[in-house]
């Protein structure tokens, strides 16, 4: 090929020589099989650079070993090799042969930098974990090392290709570690490198990853699943022989060239569908797997046809990802049939072209041209989410963002259109807000309402494939917060918290302010007779930077604004008296404060209602009534006390909740409901439970402005024959 045009000299000439130059010490089986294996693909200028950082990081590992006694170099040379097979340039070969050498031995990568350049140096460092640095704990560390190595792939997505071949030879030598740590990595690698595998099409190395994780997570399982199939697989040999034999002569007859194999089942795949069909071992082994290999596209579609005329297909089990790919760039055509003794026959037909993309993925970059448009699909998807990758992990803690990207690896099942006819790709069960995120992030943020098929749906309704949605947005809209707890996908999710968290900011800033300005109005002065040099000092004894930080931690309870002003005045912040109701100014709530006002649930306070706030760390001002039987408990600490009261023009519906007792008869609960509906009021949940003897008692959360029509509500319900009592309730 054309790394031989590059030689002077014999490939295997030149390949001595180069081992010839290493010290007997240094050279490994592994090393030579590698060398081998780079001469079919790779130059000699090329080599050299491989060969140059094996000397590099065999001097840096010298004198280390892994756990089952091998010298450390072995464990970079075998990783080197995977990635070889998947026919890696040589920057990232070399890179993989020195992806411990930052973490585990005295080199930096600024001596990478110098001895190799800064793209190797770089991907290294992608590739490292952040074991430098010292976190709260052995989740967070594996969490923002996730994120570091995710953010890195954006840069260059060989970082990731590497870290999964030294995942992959990691667990093919898990045997030497202890059971606990066996079952840690073995569920790491499950839960997130199987699924980065797959999500970038590299199906070889998920499947792998995926049979050995499932071996020493489930050991037991493992083993009986494995003995079970090889006895199974003995006796299927000669009708996997005869079907062979049947498709090969069709295709022959109507001359389409084509490769037949029979497709071998893998251990952890009959596992889960074992779980999640919840069929019997023999039922899932006696499914017979082909893959058949044609030359174009024209010949797939022929070739179903006919091993449809053959063998009966199933309904309801084509799948066509030929027109429609996986999210992954995977192409194939999919059919179940009946097979001989109506056993269930799967068929794969695709050309060769997408049987390399289906193995290799995003690897298949460097087997083929990038202008080649099936190659470089893969690489396009891989981008695609790669960048959305970016977007997730703005203002999202290292644990949020590792769960974000999780969830997003497991591959989309739900097709569905823009009113323009384009396709989008969703997670099964995504809802109409996670299709108006993928669309964009501000048509997410700016959504009302959704259409589909042209009728008005709930925002939380799931979508199915085929259909057409549309998505009504308008300018004064903002994300609200429930959506979290229906969407489905990793940017919906991530880009509702990043919006509600720069809102729950902006909010408690400009409560924090009010409420130092309260406090310093009882101490009769005001922020702006305080001077600069007096807040400079309180930032600088709190670590803060500015006062907008400042106004934050007042606004969310987590600072106390009565010691603060008197800190500004240079008072003693020891003991604050408690707030006197009638001499203090009272901090005015209009009801839409949202997420740093919040109404509490024990006494529902409504508008006319005599209320009290308390301060509470993290979540701002509670409002409660001053009848709340809570409040004593709050009495130790009159430091939190905020003196509030309604404004006079709040057009708003509160949480209020009524107790009724009721003569126990059929119908009684329908006529209090139609009573309530009557009085303009929705009820928002209802409870219902035995009383005395013929009685029931009746529990409604409703829905009303304020006091005046709470007691208009009451009135209704009191004149009702069948009620009894009824009353509001408080804690």
């Known amino acids: 090929g054309a790394a031989e045009r590059h030689r002077s000299v014999d490939p295997m000439d030149y390949a001595a020589s180069i ?10 089986t592994g090393l030579r099989q590698l060398l081998q294996q780079l001469e079919t693909y790779m130059s000699d200028d090329q080599i050299d650079l491989v060969v140059r950082a094996y000397e590099f990081g065999a001097e840096a590992h010298a004198g280390q070993t892994r756990q089952s006694g091998e010298p450390y170099i072995s464990h ?43 793209d190797i140096a770089a991907l290294v460092d992608g590739v490292t974990k952040l074991d430098q640095l010292q976190f709260r704990s052995r989740v967070e560390a594996q969490a923002e090392s996730f994120r570091k190595m995710l953010l890195a792939m954006v840069e260059d997505i060989r970082v ?20 606990e740590k066996q079952s840690r990595i073995a569920r790491e690698t499950l839960e997130i490198y199987a699924p980065i595998a797959n999500r970038l099409g590299i199906n070889t190395v998920k499947t792998e990853l995926e049979d050995l994780g499932f071996r020493y997570l489930r050991p037991y399982r493992y083993r009986v699943l494995e003995r079970a199939l090889k006895k199974a697989q003995g006796n299927q040999r000669q009708i996997v022989r005869k079907i062979s034999d049947t498709l090969e002569k069709e295709l022959a007859r109507h001359e389409i060239p084509a490769r037949i194999v029979g497709r071998q089942k893998h251990l952890h795949s009959i596992y889960r569908k074992m779980l999640v069909k919840g069929r019997t071992l023999s039922e899932i082994v006696d499914v017979y797997g082909f893959r058949i290999i044609v030359e174009d596209v024209d010949d797939c579609y022929r070739a179903l046809g006919l091993v449809h005329k053959v063998y009966k297909p199933m309904p309801g089990r084509f799948k066509d990802y030929v027109a429609i790919p996986r999210v992954n760039g995977y192409q194939s055509l999919h059919t179940t049939c009946f097979g001989p003794r109506g056993l269930p026959l799967e068929v794969q037909i695709r050309t060769r072209e997408m049987d390399v ?14 202008e080649d448009k099936s190659a470089a699909s893969p690489q396009l998807r891989a981008r695609e989410w790669l960048r959305n990758l970016v977007e997730l992990q703005q203002g999202d803690s290292s644990e949020e963002f590792l769960e974000s990207v999780k969830v997003d690896l497991f591959p989309d099942k739900v097709y569905v259109f823009t009113p323009k006819g384009d396709i989008r790709r969703l997670p099964r069960g995504a809802t109409a807000v996670d299709f108006a995120y993928a669309v964009h992030t501000d048509i997410g943020n700016r959504c009302v309402a959704a259409k589909i098929d042209r009728r008005l749906v709930p925002l939380r309704t799931p979508l199915s494939n085929g259909q ?95 010691i603060v002003a008197r800190l500004l005045l240079g008072m003693d912040a020891g003991d604050v008296e408690p707030a006197d109701t009638r001499k203090s100014p009272a901090l005015t709530i209009t009801g839409t404060e949202g997420m740093v006002v919040t109404y509490a649930r024990c006494c529902h306070p409504i508008p006319g209602d005599a209320i009290m706030g308390h301060l509470s760390s993290g979540r701002g001002v509670v409002i409660h009534r001053n009848v709340c039987h809570n409040l004593a408990n709050f009495r130790k600490h009159p430091e939190k006390w905020v003196t509030v009261n309604w ?46 003897e013929d009685s029931s008692v009746m529990t409604f ?14 009135r209704s319900i009191r004149k009702m024959p069948s009620v009894m009592k009824v009353t509001r309730d408080c804690a």
């Open 76 to 118: 970079p040379v075998a990783v080197a090799g995977i990635l070889a097979d998947m026919r890696m340039d040589a920057k990232g070969i070399a890179a993989a042969i020195l992806h411990d050498v930052i973490e585990d031995t005295p080199a930096a990568k600024e001596q990478l930098d110098r001895e190799f350049g800064s």
């Open 357 to 370: 993309v289906a193995e290799t993925g995003i690897a298949s970059h460097w087997r083929y041209k990038a």
């Open 468 to 562: 057409t949605v549309e998505i009504i947005t308008n300018k004064g809209a903002r994300p609200n917060p429930n959506w979290v707890n229906f969407v489905v996908t990793a940017k919906a999710r991530s880009a509702i918290r990043h919006y509600l968290k720069n809102l729950r900011r902006g909010e408690a800033a400009e409560l924090g302010k009010r409420l130092l300005e309260q406090a310093l109005k009882e101490q009769k002065a005001s922020l702006r007779k305080v001077e600069k040099e007096a807040i400079q000092k309180v930032l600088e004894a709190f670590g803060l930077n500015n006062r907008i930080e400042l106004y934050e931690q007042l606004g969310l309870g987590e600072r106390l604004a009565p």
């Open 160 to 179: 990731i290709l590497v870290k999964l071949a030294d995942r992959l030879h990691n667990m093919r030598t898990l045997d030497s570690l202890p059971r």
């Open 647 to 692: 404004r006079s023009d709040i057009d708003q519906d509160f949480m209020a909740q009524l107790t009724l007792v009721a003569v126990n008869r059929m119908g009684v609960l329908a006529e209090v409901a139609a009573t309530i509906s009557a009085a303009k009021s929705n009820i928002e949940q209802v409870t219902v439970r035995e009383g005395d």
């Open 19 to 28: 081992r010839s130059r290493l010290p007997k010490t240094r050279r490994s």
């Open 701 to 714: 959360l409703l829905r009303v402005h304020d006091r005046q029509h709470l007691a208009a509500v009451m």
